[in-house]
């Protein structure tokens, strides 16, 4: 039930006085309301929740994971193991 | 090009993933989700069969649809069961077993049920028969109240007096304290609501983790953000912290989203509220305001003392607050199936039972 699906903002536009979008799932397009990520910009992915935006997804966020686990991989390779590895999320 | 959901099921990072919980672990945790998406996945990719035997995952509350209270059920059905009435409901919602049937049996007798993507869809569709009252069921957590406050909060603005909400919003933290404090509760660590957060962020949450001595790590919902929210939780657990931390930073901030709290707060007011299969819990609920009295369908619609019925064979209590498994349940996948659940863990697909069912854990789970 609180499943968000990421979406692509294709297009914006006002009504009702609110702020609306196309919004692409790969290659299905559906309107959502915009109005609470107001900053957003054509291109930009948003979280989409029963036809809402819940918020802006962050880019360089939704990298740290794979960052890491290259690390993590350089370390293996290494024949260094965890013990030396920062915890995700920790700069 | 990131798309953000095909690269967070790749399957070499959950191995990578896994191998590093493998190396961090030295004993037994019982972990929490809290979610109904999060259990979805746990049982859709089976997570916890590759995961080591040393982390047992307990499912969680965080099922709307499963919590929502067998009397607001039977309140829905009995709006919906006027003339002249237009009952717009989530799709989730429809099958889902009041005291007398559900919302699509009354669909097939005639009633003028309609499934909707979104409470503004409901709100449409009041704008387009004014003739008609349009109730929405506004169910959820806090990731569906922005939505569901937007429309009342719309109707309000453009005077679309003919649209209704029948609230019934449950809220994530109060629950999680329920669970810390029951007797005989396991778990030592959770897997924190990302959507949720999405909306409120984390720092109601901060007190919750530095009283009761737990981590909790907000979490996301495709595998390797679940595995990302493991590792995170057993390694605070391994080194004796207990924290809040953010595993799901591409969408939650620690504010959460300050216009959608915002509104929240113009629309709804905290209220004690009923979970079905668990009991009241003080100050879980979200109800409208009195300013908005002219939409709240509990107020414009007298349906009188309600009694209720629930099945005696229901264990989903116990398995909402993480006690029991849907297999050590004697009417699991016999007397209770998706197609004729008994209780609220199998109506949802999101439902622990239901996830169990949909992907066969019926026999392994009876030789174990």
């Known amino acids: 039930m609180c499943l968000a699906v990421p979406g692509k903002v294709v297009e914006t536009y006002r009504e009702n006085d609110l702020l609306m979008g196309k919004i692409d799932f790969g290659g299905v397009r559906k309107c959502a309301c915009l109005e609470h990520v107001s900053d957003v910009k054509i291109g930009d992915y948003v979280l989409i929740h029963v036809g809402f935006a819940l918020s802006r997804i962050d880019e360089a966020e939704a990298k740290r994971v794979f960052e890491y686990l290259k690390e993590v991989n350089q370390l293996d390779e290494l024949g260094e193991l965890s013990e030396s590895a920062r915890p995700i999320g920790q700069p | ?368």
């Open chain 2, 1 to 368: 090009m990131m798309r953000y959901v095909a690269e967070y099921r790749d399957g070499a990072a959950v191995e990578k993933l896994i191998a590093e919980i493998r190396r961090t672990v030295t004993r037994k945790w019982t972990l929490m989700e809290v979610c109904g998406g999060q259990t979805h996945t746990i049982v859709k990719y089976g997570l916890d069969s590759i995961l080591p035997d040393a982390i047992e995952l307990v499912h969680g509350p965080g099922c709307p649809v499963c919590v929502t209270p067998l009397e607001m059920i039977d309140r829905a059905h009995a709006i919906a069961q006027r003339p002249n009435v237009i009952f717009c409901s989530f799709g989730d919602m429809l099958r889902v077993p009041g005291s007398k049937g559900d919302l699509l049996a009354l669909k097939s007798q005639g009633s003028d049920i309609r499934i909707v993507y979104s409470p503004l869809d409901a709100l449409q569709i009041a704008k387009n028969n004014p003739q008609s009252k349009v109730v929405f069921f506004a169910i959820g957590f806090e990731t569906t109240a922005p939505a569901n406050a937007m429309a009342v909060f719309q109707a309000r603005r453009l005077g679309i007096k003919n649209f209704s909400v029948l609230v019934s919003h449950v809220l994530v933290p109060p629950v999680i304290t329920a669970i810390l404090q029951a007797t005989g509760n396991r778990v030592q660590g959770f897997l924190g609501p990302g959507h949720v957060c999405t909306v409120m962020g984390y720092t109601e949450y901060e007190p919750i983790a530095k009283f009761y001595r737990v981590p909790i790590v907000i979490t996301g919902f495709e595998p390797v953000d679940m595995l990302e929210g493991i590792l995170q939780t057993v390694r605070q657990l391994e080194a004796g912290q207990t924290c809040v931390a953010n595993a799901y930073g591409r969408a939650v901030a620690r504010a959460g989203n300050p216009a959608s709290k915002k509104l929240l707060d113009e629309v709804f007011e905290v209220c004690d509220r009923q979970w079905r299969g668990i009991g009241i819990i003080s100050k879980s609920g979200l109800k409208l305001r009195y300013e908005f009295h002219a939409h709240d369908a509990e107020r414009l619609f007298e349906v009188g003392a309600i009694e209720t019925h629930e099945s005696p064979h229901c264990i989903s209590g116990q398995i909402l607050k993480g006690l029991k498994k849907p297999a050590q349940c004697s009417a699991f996948g016999t007397l209770c199936t998706p197609q004729t659940p008994l209780g609220a863990t199998m109506v949802s697909s999101e439902g622990a039972c239901a996830a169990y069912h949909a992907y066969g854990r019926i026999k392994a789970e009876e030789t174990t």
